[in-house]
């Protein structure tokens, strides 16, 4: 009997899903004032939202190190890239 193809790449899935979840973490941990942003197909940065002082507004900074941040993912695991786009990341789930 054949394994299916989905049962054999589990085990990889797994490994690029706790990459993605161990770097959004320690994203979320240096940028405290984050909390969410969601990521285009294409990857870019969306939708970012902090909590924060009145009228402060989130920079092309506070995007740039959110995007360094994906880029580095996706030089060190390219697999995790299907696991990115579209998806929202969050520091909580309410």
Same mark, same amino acid.
């Given at each position: 009997?054949?394994?299916?193809? #989905?049962?054999?790449?589990?085990?990889?899935? $797994?490994?690029?899903?706790?990459?993605?979840?161990? #770097?959004?973490?320690? $994203?979320?941990?240096?940028?405290?004032? $984050?909390?969410?942003?969601?990521?285009?197909?294409?990857?870019? /940065?969306?939708?970012?939202?902090?909590?924060?002082?009145?009228? &402060?507004?989130?920079?092309?900074?506070? &995007?740039?190190?959110?995007?360094?941040? /994906? /880029?580095?993912? /996706?030089?060190?695991?390219?697999?995790?890239?299907?696991? $990115?786009?579209?998806?929202?990341?969050?520091?909580?789930? #309410?």
């Amino acid at each position: 009997m054949k394994a299916s193809p #989905h049962r054999t790449n589990e085990p990889a899935r $797994l490994r690029a899903e706790a990459a993605v979840e161990t #770097h959004m973490r320690a $994203l979320f941990t240096r940028l405290p004032m $984050l909390c969410g942003f969601a990521m285009a197909d294409d990857l870019d /940065v969306t939708n970012v939202t902090i909590q924060t002082w009145p009228g &402060y507004i989130a920079g092309a900074d506070l &995007y740039g190190e959110i995007a360094n941040a /994906v /880029v580095d993912l /996706v030089e060190e695991r390219p697999d995790v890239i299907e696991l $990115l786009q579209g998806r929202t990341f969050a520091r909580a789930f #309410h």
